[in-house]
């Protein structure tokens, strides 16, 4: 069975505790707290709670010189053959689906999470607080300790940006243009051992406001108002080896959805197909969400004047709304879903800025928000949705297990699957995301258990081409293999 493997680093390399017989300390259990409670908040850093069980009291015994300590969690990949033991006896006498073949073994404890022969997902990295506390527990210690990802050192640097002695400046502090900007922030995060910012595809504006000499924001507020956008990006932590790195994940996305030759919904994520997961095996409550509706996006972006020469930069807002979209009754009070940006969209200095064109939203981008608009005031999801490793497993669907977005997926067969929204198209049924939640590691009865309580997203369904009945007849599906409802068939872009 696949398993959790920690490691720590006090400054002398990485030492695993996973076994009590030959390292340090053993991993007892913890729990991850990610990303973000909703989509109009930022992730904060991700902190996990964790125990140790130090059975020779070596690392109890230096608990108060912890802090600042290196640690790194991974979850063991699926075996390849060659890891499998050859206690399993020959091919032929084997009974064992080949499904379920990969629980019948457990990886040794590798040496580091660097490790080549034990490839690993890493589910998170990070450096431990102060505080904990230390306990006996039978023959041996409980070291119970937090750490907070890597991502906390963006929220922690603060300092002066690049300046410009020119008068029109006037002592203002950040100066450049955005890609300067983003790769002085990663270059200082560097220094810091933190993770490097990335932004797959996301474009930047053609100009940043500076800040005055009294304003010093933190280098992850800089990195959200300076990718701020009609995409909506989130900006989230990624986990690979004993690194990290920021990633948007930009809410506005559309995703397609497929009809697979099996009769099932799917989705392609990362080059991955993923079938919808059956409801029945998730624990979700049986109650949805009624969002409370959002009617429009506000940007709050930068217009620059000139005052005797010298630049001055004030907030003007670009409000871009629902294009009728939305039933009339939800806008009668608008509600907005606003950002910070530091994009420069009116340039009144009368040609003194001259440091970079201006930039606005584009047709398209207003059609996309208003688009994301209807789906996520139209769409419903449960309150709570955990994933048990008991009932869905990681080795199918390790995605649903790191502290970190899954990408998106499906929900089929939900007892909400039956309902319909007032445009013609499924309330509940449709692609979402995760996007933060509480992820748990226990033992129980002898098994390592991984649990995610996870907060969902309903994310835009790609509409670019309605199937007609003469794609289904192509198809060599009969109708009794199709197990969806017909509000289903309005989301498939795509017959495979």
Not at 301 to 327: A, H, W, Y
Not at 366 to 387: C, G, Q, S, Y
């Amino acid at each position: 069975m696949q398993q959790c493997f920690m490691f720590i680093d006090t400054g002398n390399g990485w030492t695993p505790v996973n076994d009590s017989t030959k390292d340090v300390a053993a991993l007892d259990s913890f729990t991850i707290d990610w990303g973000s409670d909703g989509i109009d908040e930022q992730p904060e850093p991700a902190v996990m709670s964790f125990t140790l069980r130090d059975r020779a009291g070596r690392l109890a015994g230096q608990a108060l010189t912890l802090a600042g300590m290196k640690v790194v969690v991974q979850f063991s990949n699926q075996p390849r053959w060659m890891d499998l033991s050859p206690t399993l006896g020959r091919w032929s006498d084997l009974r064992i689906p080949l499904a379920t073949l990969h629980k019948t073994y457990s990886p040794d404890s590798p040496d580091s999470p660097d490790s080549p022969d034990s490839p690993a997902t890493t589910i998170f990295a990070g450096t431990v607080s102060t505080g904990g506390s230390v306990e006996p527990s039978g023959d041996a210690w409980l070291i119970s300790l937090s750490a907070t990802s890597l991502m906390a050192v963006w929220k922690r640097l603060q300092s002066q940006g690049p300046t410009d002695a020119g008068s029109k400046w006037d002592g203002a502090h950040w100066i450049g243009t955005p890609a300067d900007r983003l790769k002085e922030l990663n270059r200082r995060a560097a220094a810091q051992g933190a993770p490097e910012a990335h932004l797959d595809g996301l474009p930047l504006p053609s100009s940043v406001a500076p800040y005055t000499a009294s304003e010093h924001p933190s280098q992850l507020d800089l990195l959200h108002r300076l990718a701020a956008g009609p995409r909506l990006p989130q900006w989230h932590e990624t986990y690979s080896g004993a690194t990290s790195s920021l990633h948007p994940l930009c809410l506005t996305d559309q995703i397609a959805v497929h009809l697979t030759t099996d009769g099932k919904l799917s989705v392609l994520t990362n080059g991955e197909t993923r079938k919808a997961l059956d409801a029945g095996d998730i624990i979700a409550s049986t109650s949805l969400t009624i969002t409370e509706p959002i009617t429009q996006v506000v940007i709050n972006v930068k217009r620059v004047k000139s005052n005797n020469g010298k630049l001055s930069f004030d907030d003007i807002e670009i409000t871009m709304g629902d294009q009728n979209r939305l039933p009339p009754q939800l806008t009668v009070t608008q509600k907005s879903h606003t950002l910070d940006s530091d994009m420069l969209a009116v340039d009144e200095s009368g040609g003194v800025w001259n440091s970079g064109p201006v930039s606005t939203v584009s047709d398209t981008d207003r059609t996309n928000i208003a688009e994301w608009l209807e789906t996520h005031d139209l769409r419903m999801v449960p309150k709570t949705v955990t994933f048990d490793s008991r009932r869905i497993d990681p080795a199918r669907f390790p995605w649903a297990y790191v502290a970190s977005p899954s990408g998106a997926f499906l929900i089929a067969k939900a007892k909400a699957s039956i309902l319909v929204g007032s445009d013609g198209r499924p309330a509940f049924t449709g692609p979402v995301m995760t996007i933060g939640g509480t992820l748990r590691y226990r033992w129980s009865a002898g098994t390592p258990t991984l649990t995610q309580e996870a907060t969902i997203t309903p994310l835009r369904p790609l509409l670019a081409r309605q199937p007609t009945w003469s794609d289904l007849a192509k198809s060599t599906l009969e109708w009794r293999q199709i197990d969806m409802h017909i509000c289903d068939l309005s989301m498939i872009q795509t017959i495979d």
